[in-house]
């Protein structure tokens, strides 16, 4: 799964996914990727979401729109709306993956519960970071 | 008053270092650094969030690298479906595609739909159907191919067909690497 989201300079957020699912699915299976809430939500009044995981998980924990939730009512920050979905409710539950986050600073966090995620991130002004794995 | 900023993802699960080699890090690394410098550039030149965030992911789209599009993962029957899911925070209008098998760029399908369409949602035929009358070039299927893929999807089959479970639960037991890119 691939995904990206971004706060461009008039404040607003977009978020993206795509992917090909799961290995051997059958049936018409599909994950949260394509489930705006689960694997994709973008609110201008907090942040922006693409999830990479274990989809069934992101889809009953509606995990995107979660994260956003918390930062939008109970006024937290990216890091500890995003760690506590991630680390806490997902993690808890037995589900598997991570996400990407921007908020509506342009303020970027990226949870994951995984041993690795393929990621990147660049800020306004700063580098670009390139990572893999966990450390 | 925030700052511009893009991040992007592709994939997670089992990756560790034993799981890499230098060169295949050093071909994801280079990859993902293409697709958020494309993003980047377009918010630096004062683009959109939504053109920033489409323009990134199709460049991993495009990578045999990453589960989607080209390098996707194949179902049980051989073949590749492809999903996708767009969405814009300023109108909170959002597009998504499921189960599509001919559309280059999902991606680019998904956007059209939240464009286009008074839907958010479309799957399968009824997408391509939608697809067609937007003037969306078709692709064959085996476009989407890679080796790699393809030995995976033999050996999940095979652990699946040796296990004494049922299907479903046979299937919970394999790697997570078999259950997302």
Same mark, same amino acid.
């Given at each position: 799964t691939v995904g990206a989201v971004a706060r461009d300079k008039q404040g607003n957020l977009a978020a993206a996914t795509s992917t090909g699912g799961m290995t051997a699915k059958r049936y018409g299976r599909i994950g949260d990727s394509p489930i705006i809430g689960a694997g994709t939500w973008a609110d201008n009044e907090s942040c922006a979401v693409s999830a990479t995981g274990h989809g069934e998980y992101f889809i009953r924990y509606h995990v995107a729109a979660d994260i956003c939730s918390r930062m939008k009512y109970q006024q937290v920050d990216v890091k500890t709306a995003g760690d506590a979905v991630i680390h806490g409710v997902l993690k808890d539950a037995g589900g598997t993956g991570g996400v990407i986050i921007v908020d509506h600073k342009g303020n970027v966090h990226m949870p994951f519960n995984t041993e690795g995620m393929y990621r990147a991130s660049r800020v306004e002004g700063g580098e670009t970071e390139v990572a893999i794995y966990q450390d | 008053q925030g700052k511009f900023a893009i991040a992007i993802h592709g994939g997670a699960g089992t990756i560790t270092r034993a799981n890499l080699n230098d060169e295949q890090e050093a071909a994801y690394k280079a990859k993902l650094d293409e697709a958020i410098s494309a993003g980047y550039a377009i918010l630096a030149d004062g683009g959109s969030s939504s053109d920033a965030v489409i323009a990134a992911v199709q460049i991993m789209e495009k990578s045999p690298l990453f589960n989607a599009a080209k390098g996707a993962v194949y179902t049980w029957e051989g073949e590749h479906e492809l999903d996708a899911s767009f969405m814009r925070g300023d109108t909170l209008e959002a597009g998504a595609v499921a189960g599509? $098998?001919?559309?280059?760029?999902p991606i680019a399908l998904a956007r059209e739909v939240q464009e286009k369409s008074v839907h958010v949602m479309l799957s399968g035929v009824g997408a391509e159907q939608f697809a067609e009358q937007q003037g969306f070039e078709f692709v064959d299927? $085996?476009?989407?191919?890679?080796d790699h893929r393809y030995q995976q999807l033999q050996d999940a089959k095979a652990k699946i067909m040796e296990s004494e479970q049922p299907e479903q639960q046979a299937w919970q037991q394999l790697d997570t690497k078999y259950k997302y890119g």
């Open positions: - | 599509v $098998k001919r559309i280059a760029s299927n $085996k476009m989407f191919d890679t």
